[in-house]
């Protein structure tokens, strides 16, 4: 989830009498005094306070697929209480505008833990209320995956979420879901994608006075503590315990974290139930934090932030870490490789285990007889993640399809059985939450753990399998962070100019510019593929100032001890990849 790179740009002003306006207008006195003195040292001639003061005023935080993300803090492109209300506000006029007198619009609303979540997310109940929108809050801080399964469950013809999943403490956001009436059967209980962002933006008052937004005193219905209990009951039933795979489940030792994020109840709740008896949790970072205080970033997949995890799992002797992220809408793993110790697996690994199990277990129902006229299974993923699981899905005979970036594009694929992307994003449900969700996700890939080692297998001996079965599919990136947003689109700008002629010294077969279209919706990225099936994608991230090359080089298997060497060929020819694409870049 981000916010938009379009900012809606201000005219000139006076910055100083902007942010007295604002001061005066802040019904938040945390931020508005925050403001105040960051305004004072703007006035006394403080050039980092000035630089600040700019950067509050200069632009509005722009509504978009992603809704809102932003630090907290004063300013129309902060994320706070005004720039709440404000979205929260159109939000509510666009669900009216589409229901026009003929119902009242539902809608459901949820938080995490993150500073100021719970107020964003009570203001924007007070306010859907007041406009005549029945509206239901969360009973406390929640997982994402049970917003997104509570808009279902509930057939709300809208969702919000509050959370900035992943990013730093001083962050927050505002994730947006249609569904209900409110959107046809494709997107029903996804995020939004265009042309609803804009719709919902252009209800957005962006300058009016902030009092004419009306908020009820009381009204909307807070929901029981029973929903989270449903949304995991839901999960377990996914894979239940039974009395065959009890014991197996039971001898499985599972490591859990939800780095201070709020999956924590829920997901050991989930084990427990489905018969997982020994999670160990790592105590440090169990219960929700809002300042992180044992990771410098909270996302399992950057340096450091599982060091407490794979420390708790060589101390009790697990088979397996689970780490969720903060709003638990991810799952990443860890294993311990013989002779190599623990690592992290890469999303495209995680998804590959996924897909061929659930693959595996289509397979199994079918040849059982117990297909009971289900719609024929499909496979997706997003055209950054591996192309491994479209070679699964055809060994299975199961119809695959590649989509756009984001769980929004992935959910919206019709019939859509198992989608992932790279970035630990998984749904093996998509007809309980249409969205990625790192508890089920969770839960399947331990079923997979506790049954390989019951087997006397494990999940690095299954990926072999899979590399001799279909190819070894080796993944890297190269990220080039940069200092202005502009510099992207000169980057990618150049490349389009002057585009790598070969990769790893293979000629380069295939270049396909996605912002003209084709087989998906425009977008902005470039993509390469070398006749020895070598591919390159380079985009602008979504999230970040970087400009991100998502790289894949595929290694023919005989044997499983064959694959050493297939890995060393895949690890030269990656590095080769990486420093063509990085010339290209003149990064």
């Not at 029945?134 to 919000?160: C, H, I, K, N």
């Not at 999956?263 to 989930?270: E, I, K």
């Amino acid at each position: 989830m981000s916010a938009s790179n379009d900012a809606r740009t201000y005219p000139p002003v006076d910055l100083v009498a902007e942010a007295r306006r604002w001061i005066g207008e802040d019904p938040d006195s945390t931020t508005a005094a925050d403001l105040a003195r960051v305004l004072e040292a703007a006035e006394a001639g403080d050039a980092a306070a000035r630089a600040d003061l700019t950067s509050r005023f200069a632009t509005t935080l722009a509504f978009g697929t992603a809704g809102l993300r932003a630090e907290l803090g004063a300013g129309p492109n902060r994320m706070n209480r005004v720039v709440v209300r404000r979205t929260a506000a159109g939000l509510a006029a666009h669900l009216l505008g589409i229901a026009a007198g003929a119902y009242a619009p539902r809608a459901v609303i949820g938080y995490d833990a993150r500073h100021n979540s719970d107020v964003f997310a009570e203001e924007t109940a007070a306010i859907f209320t007041a406009a005549g929108i029945d509206a239901f809050l969360l009973p406390s801080a929640l997982p994402t995956p049970v917003l997104a399964y509570a808009v279902r469950a509930l057939d709300a013809e809208a969702g919000v979420m509050v959370t900035a999943s992943h990013n730093p403490p001083r962050d927050n956001g505002y994730k947006v879901y249609l569904g209900g009436r409110a959107v046809d059967d494709a997107g029903r209980g996804a995020q939004i994608v265009a042309p609803a962002d804009a719709a919902i933006a252009a209800k957005i008052d962006y300058d009016g006075p902030l009092a004419a937004i009306q908020l009820a005193d009381d009204g909307w219905t807070v929901l029981p503590e029973s929903i989270a209990d449903e949304y995991a009951g839901a999960v377990v039933a996914l894979s239940p315990a039974t009395e065959a795979n009890r014991a197996e489940r039971s001898a499985t030792s599972i490591v859990l974290t939800s780095l201070h994020g709020v999956g924590s109840a829920t997901m050991l709740g989930v084990f427990d139930r489905a018969g997982f008896s020994h999670v160990t949790p790592v105590i440090e970072q169990a219960e929700p934090d809002p300042d992180f205080p044992t990771v410098a970033f909270p996302n399992p997949e950057e340096p450091g932030a599982m060091d407490l995890a794979l420390a708790t799992a060589e101390r009790v002797g697990a088979d397996l870490v689970i780490a969720n992220d903060p709003d638990a809408d991810r799952c990443a793993a860890a294993v311990d490789v013989p002779g190599s110790g623990w690592r992290m697996l890469r999303g495209d690994e995680v998804g590959a285990l996924l897909g061929s199990h659930v693959a595996s277990g289509i397979a199994s129902g079918l040849a059982a007889g117990n297909d009971d006229g289900a719609a024929a299974p499909v496979f997706a993923n997003s055209i950054v993640s591996s192309r491994l699981l479209g070679r699964i899905a055809a060994a299975h005979g199961i119809e695959h399809h590649e989509t756009l970036t984001g769980f929004k594009w992935i959910s919206r694929v019709p019939r859509l059985t198992f989608g992932y992307e790279e970035a630990l994003g998984y749904c093996v449900a998509p007809d309980l939450a249409r969205d990625k969700d790192g508890m089920s996700a969770a839960l399947v890939l331990a079923d997979l753990a506790a049954s390989l080692k019951a087997s006397g297998g494990s999940l690095p001996q299954r990926l072999d399998e899979l590399a001799v079965e279909h190819g070894l599919f080796a993944t890297d990136q190269l990220s080039v962070r940069v200092d202005s947003l502009a510099r992207l689109g000169e980057m990618m700008a150049r490349l389009r100019a002057a585009p790598p002629s070969s990769l790893a010294g293979s000629p380069i077969t295939r270049a396909q510019d996605l912002g003209t279209g084709g087989d998906l919706p425009p977008t902005d990225a470039l993509l390469y593929v070398s006749g020895d099936d070598s591919r390159v994608i380079v985009r602008p991230s979504g999230t970040e100032p970087k400009l991100k090359a998502y790289l894949e080089v595929v290694e023919p298997v005989a044997s499983v001890p064959d694959l050493p060497a297939a890995r060393e060929r895949a690890g030269e020819r990656l590095a080769a990849v990486k420093n063509d694409i990085a010339a290209a870049l003149n990064a």
